[in-house]
């Protein structure tokens, strides 16, 4: 039984930042948490403990490459029918800025101070239903 109002294709809102800025490293030595809300009308979102899949998914868009990701808990069914709903909050570790003419990765050249990246985000249920995709604010990064 579906929610009404509810896809069973889980649906998701980029909410916001903690904070809008990170120190480049390739050392985790900053972060910040991202947070978004989901729907899903048949209920199936998230893993038990013993599954090892992942189902956050954060790209950088950048390089279109994945910056990170994640493996939902399983969600308890809420009320008489099975759609849910709520908010997820993951903490997201630096990265290194990125630089043109083949400055490498994580370096401290004087005529690039700050990177600037946004970051796309995607679920996906149980039954392998995609989600949309949502892109975040943008998050300055200071590369000295």
């Given at each position: 039984m579906q929610s009404?109002?509810?896809s069973d294709v889980p649906e998701i809102e980029f909410m916001g930042f903690?904070?809008?800025s990170m120190i480049q490293s390739s050392l985790n030595s900053d972060s910040l948490f991202l947070r978004f809300s989901f729907t899903d009308g048949d209920g199936d979102l998230g893993f038990d403990d013993e599954t090892i899949e992942q189902n956050i998914f954060i790209i950088d868009?950048?390089?279109g490459d994945r910056y990170e990701a994640f493996k939902a808990p399983k969600i308890p069914e809420q009320g008489a029918t099975k759609g849910i709903s709520g908010e997820v909050t993951v903490r997201l570790f630096?990265?290194?800025c990125l630089f043109p003419d083949n400055i490498p990765p994580?370096?401290?050249p004087q005529q690039f101070p700050t990177d600037t990246m946004t970051l796309d985000l995607y679920i996906v249920d149980r039954a392998g239903n995609t989600s949309n995709t949502v892109t975040s604010t943008a998050i300055i990064l200071f590369c000295d």
């Open positions: 009404p109002g509810f903690s904070q809008s868009n950048r390089t630096t990265t290194c994580c370096e401290s």
